[in-house]
C-alpha cells in the first residue's frame, strides 16, 4: 500500500499525464492551479477556468481542496465571489478510490452539465435558472467569453515570464538537468512538463450515479494501450527525498513503484 505521499505525487503525475496544464504555487505539487475547460455540448464549452488545488496532508483518505477563480463562472452551486464549489462527491462521500483525474474528467464537467438549483451558493444564478432560463444561459455565455479573455492574458504573462510550462517545476531543480544515468533519467522534468503544455477537454458526462464505479479511475482508455514508464522524485520529508519508477498498470488505478 502506498503512503500519502507517494499516492499525491502519483494522482499529481496522472493529472500531466492526462494533459491538464498545471501551473504550481510555490514550487509545490500539493498546492497547484489547474485549467480546465467547459464540457463541450454545454453553455460552458469553450471557457478556460482557473481551478486552485490543495491536498491535505491526509489525502487521499482526506478530499482535497478545489476552488474556481473568484468571479471567474456563473453557476448555481458555485460561490461566485470565493470560487468555492457545492459537490457531494467531494465534500461529504470522497474516498481513497477517487483521483484528481476524476475530478477533473468527470466530477466538475458533470456538475457545469447538471446543475441542482435546490441546493445553491449562488443564489442569483439559482434563481435565474428556474425563472428564466435564457437569460441565464446569456449571462453564463458572458462569463464564458470573460474566462477566455483571462485565460489568453495569463498565458502572455506566462509566457513573457519564461513560465509557460510551469509544471517542470515539480522536480527539485538538483534533478532537472543531470545529464547522466539511463536514458528516461536524463531529463526527468521533461517527462513531466511535457504532456503539461494543453489543458484537458472533458465532454459532457452522465449523472455520476449512472456510471458504473468500474469506469471511474480508469486511464487506460485515455492513454491507449502503451504503458508509460518514468522516474520522478517527491520529498518524504524537510530536506530528505525518495526517487520512484512509476508504470501504469492495466486498468490504469494502480502504478508500479521501484524506490531507490
Known sequence: MSSPATRKQCDFTKLLLHGYDVELKENSTQDFYVTFMGPKETIYDGAYYRVHVELPEQYPFASPSIGFEPNS????????????????????????????VNIFDTFLPQLLTYPNPSDPLNGDAANLYLKDKVKYDEKVKMYVASSVKKHEERMLQRERDGTANNAQCALPEKKRDNGKGRKDEQNPSQNLSSVSTHAGSPTAASPIGSRPMSDIGSDEERLGTEK???????????????????????GGSDLDEEFD
Open 73 to 100: 463562472i456563473f453557476h448555481p452551486n458555485i460561490d461566485e465571489r470565493s470560487g468555492s464549489v457545492c459537490l457531494d462527491v467531494i465534500n461529504q462521500t470522497w474516498t481513497p478510490l477517487y483521483s484528481l
Open 228 to 250: 508509460p514508464t518514468f522516474r520522478t522524485e517527491y520529498e518524504i520529508s524537510d530536506g530528505e527525498f525518495a526517487e520512484a519508477d512509476f508504470e501504469m498498470r492495466e
